[in-house]
C-alpha cells in the first residue's frame, strides 16, 4: 500500500481487482452526471491561499465530531454494496476507521448486517437509515440499531425514488452477480475478488435478508428500491423517527437553504449538505456550491457536515473553509477497499490526513479550529 501515493492511484488499483458491475455501481452518477463532475470541478476551483514563515510546528488535525474526539474531521460515508467491493468489506472497513480514530457509517443496504459488524468491531459505528414503505421493519432496523449500540443515526433524505445510473442498468446489476457468460469472464479475471467473497460471511443485503421479501437475489436494484422504498416520506416521519431513534440523529442530502432551515428545527445533531455524491437529481448544484449559504443560514443551530466529490485532505480543507464542521467520504474509501481491503481503506483515511496536515501547513494553520475563509485564496 506505500506505493499508493494518492486516492486516485486507489481508484485505478480497485478498476482492475473489483468487477466491472460493482466498480461502476460505486463510481457512477445519475442520468448524464453533470452533478457528479460538478462535484469534482467546483471543489477543484476553490484556490488554497500559500502562507509562508506563520510557524506550523506542533499541528493538528484532531477535532470533534456530535461531540466526540476524531484523529481527523472525515467520516467513512454509508456506501450501499460495500461489501461487494471486497469480501466482508464494511467489517473490513469499519475497523480501518476505528484505527484511525475516525466513524464509520454502515448502509442499511450493505452486505454485512448491524449484527455482523457490531460483532466483529471493538466500538460503536453509525447506522444509515433508508425509509421502506413497511414501517414495522423501519422500526425493527432502527431497535437493531439502537441494540448494537450505534453512536448515530444517519438518516437518508435525498433517495425516496432512486436517480438512474445508466451503468447499472448496462452492466444488469444484481446481488449477487447473476451467473451469466460477461460476468463469468469478468471474475474469472479477479480471483483474489472472488475468493474474498467466498470467504466473506454474505453475499446478499445482511441487514434484509430474512426480514423482507424477495432479498436473497435482487436482479434489479431499482425496481426493488421502487417498489419497497417509500416515496411519501415527509418531514413528519423525521420527527417519528427521531423519537424511535433517542439518539443523535444526522440528517444526509441537503442542498437547499429552506430545506436546511427546516433540519435544524428537527432536533437533529447534524446535517450533510449532499447531492448523493451527484447520484441523484442530475443538474442539481454541486454540493460545495450550496455549502456556504447553509452554514450562514443555519450553522449556529446544527453541525454541518458536506460531502460530494472529497478526494483529498485539500478537498477536506475547502469543506472546512466554507464552514462544513467535517466530511464524510465514500467512493474514496470504496476504492482503498476495493484496492486492498482493510489495509487499502486505512491507506486511503492516511492519504487524506498527511494531505489535509500539509495543507494546514501550507497555509499558515495549526488547528481545525483555526481553519476559516481566510485559508481561501481571492480569485
Ligand atoms: C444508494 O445509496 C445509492 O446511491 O445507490
Redesign the pocket.
Known amino acids: 500500500m506505500r506505493t499508493m501515493t494518492c486516492i486516485e492511484d486507489l481508484r485505478q488499483s480497485a478498476r482492475r481487482k473489483v468487477p466491472r458491475m460493482f466498480f461502476d ?1 460505486a463510481e457512477s452518477g445519475s442520468y448524464a452526471q453533470e452533478t457528479l463532475r460538478a462535484n469534482r470541478a467546483d471543489l477543484e476551483r476553490i484556490k488554497l491561499r500559500q502562507r509562508i514563515l506563520l510557524d506550523v510546528a506542533g499541528r493538528s488535525t484532531q477535532t470533534t465530531l456530535l461531540g466526540d474526539k476524531v484523529a481527523l474531521p472525515l467520516a467513512l460515508a ?4 460495500c461489501g461487494m467491493q471486497h469480501g466482508d468489506g464494511e467489517i473490513l472497513a469499519c475497523r480501518a476507521a476505528q484505527q484511525a480514530g475516525i466513524p464509520f457509517c454502515l ?1 442499511t ?1 450493505s452486505i454485512g448486517s448491524i449484527e455482523d459488524v457490531e460483532q466483529a468491531v471493538g466500538k460503536p459505528f453509525w447506522f444509515q437509515l ?1 425509509v421502506m414503505k413497511d414501517r414495522g421493519f423501519v422500526r425493527a432496523l432502527i431497535e437493531r440499531a439502537k441494540a448494537a449500540k450505534c453512536s448515530a443515526l444517519v438518516l ?1 433524505v435525498d ?1 425516496q425514488v ?2 438512474q ?1 445508466h451503468s ?1 442498468i448496462r452492466n444488469g446489476l444484481t446481488v449477487p452477480p447473476e451467473v451469466r457468460i460477461k460476468n463469468i469472464i469478468d471474475i474469472a479475471t479477479k480471483p483474489a475478488w472472488a475468493l474474498g467473497i467466498l470467504r466473506g460471511r454474505r453475499r446478499t443485503f445482511g441487514n434484509l435478508a430474512g426480514h423482507v421479501r424477495g432479498m436473497d437475489n435482487v436482479n434489479s ?1 431499482s425496481q426493488w ?1 421502487a417498489g419497497q422504498f417509500d416515496p411519501a416520506l415527509s418531514w413528519k416521519d423525521v420527527e417519528w423517527i427521531a423519537g424511535l431513534w433517542g439518539g443523535k440523529l444526522i440528517l444526509k442530502g441537503i442542498l437547499d437553504v429552506e430545506d436546511a432551515r427546516i433540519a435544524a428545527k428537527t432536533g437533529a445533531a447534524a446535517l450533510v449538505v449532499s447531492n ?2 451527484g ?2 437529481l442530475d443538474g442539481a448544484p454541486s454540493s460545495i456550491a450550496a455549502l456556504a449559504p447553509i452554514v450562514e443560514a443555519v450553522g449556529s443551530a446544527i453541525e454541518v457536515l458536506f460531502d460530494g466529490g472529497v478526494r483529498s485532505g485539500q478537498d477536506i480543507l475547502r469543506a472546512l473553509a466554507l464552514g462544513a464542521r467535517a466530511c464524510l467520504s465514500g467512493r474514496a474509501y470504496i476504492y482503498g477497499l476495493g484496492a486492498g481491503g482493510q489495509a487499502g481503506v486505512a491507506r486511503a483515511i492516511e492519504i487524506m490526513k498527511n494531505e489535509l496536515d500539509v495543507s494546514m501547513a501550507l497555509t499558515g494553520v495549526t488547528r481545525i479550529a483555526d481553519i476559516n475563509r481566510s485559508v481561501i485564496a481571492a480569485m
Open positions: 455501481y454509508p456506501i450501499g454494496l448502509s443496504m433508508y437518508t433517495l432512486l436517480g445510473r447499472d436494484l428500491i448523493h455524491g447520484r441523484q
